[in-house]
């Protein structure tokens, strides 16, 4: 699976942004997407996930981001969205997709990973 982000760019805080994740292959359904974010200085952290689509497509989210950030999945469109509303300058970084089997919060766990896509939130 080849994975390539967009919408990233620069926001007001308070502002919102939607990134994309689009994924090649058929089989895009069979996998758990997760997105992560990394700032400078910083370890890659979990931001948001969801399930195949099998699998209902349940969704979880960081404390962070929790009520601000909507994880979503366009299965015939092979593409996966993050949908960030009320952004803060702490929101500041490279947001990454990553796709696995299964879901989980740790990075080690995903084996497909996009190029990321910078998100600046200025105060």
């Known amino acids: 699976v080849q994975l390539v982000e967009s919408g990233g760019g620069l926001v007001q805080a308070g502002g919102s942004l939607k990134l994309s994740c689009a994924a090649s292959g058929r089989t895009f359904g069979s996998y758990a997407v997760a997105w992560f974010r990394q700032a400078p200085g910083k370890e890659r952290e979990f931001v948001a996930d969801?399930?195949?689509?099998?699998?209902?497509?349940?969704?979880s989210y960081a404390d962070s981001v929790k009520g601000r950030f909507t994880i979503s999945r366009d299965n015939a469109r092979n593409t996966a969205y993050l949908q960030m509303n009320s952004l803060k300058p702490e929101d500041t970084a490279v947001y990454y997709c990553?796709?696995?089997?299964?879901?989980?919060?740790?990075?080690?766990?995903?084996?497909?990973w996009g190029q990321g896509t910078q998100v600046t939130v200025s105060s």
């Open positions: 969801i399930n195949r689509n099998r699998s209902g497509g349940s969704t």
């Open positions: 990553a796709a696995a089997p299964y879901r989980s919060y740790g990075p080690m766990t995903y084996a497909y």
